[in-house]
């Protein structure tokens, strides 16, 4: 069963397509662009979740990032 989002899919490619803008707009290479996702999610995780949860949120959000990889064998 997919998981059911609270966000629409046209709000979320609206801002997949800024966020993509930019990095075009600065030739960001595809290591940098990982660099800069990881360096937004970990500082999403300190500064917005709390610490007795930053470890559950984090394992859960590689474990999506790992489900959404294409040929992923889990």
Known sequence: MPI???YSDQKIE????EVA???DKHNASSD????????????????KI??????V???KF???LMSSIEGSVH
Do not use: D, P
Not at 14 to 17: D, F, G, K, P, Q
């Open 57 to 59: 949120i984090a394992e």
């Open 21 to 23: 803008a930019v990095f």
């Open 50 to 55: 709390s610490k007795e949860q930053r470890t």
């Open 4 to 6: 059911q989002s609270k």
């Open 32 to 47: 940098l662009v990982l660099m800069i996702a990881g360096n937004i999610a970990t500082n999403v995780i300190n500064q």
């Open 62 to 64: 590689a474990q999506a």
């Open 14 to 17: 609206t801002i997949l397509a």
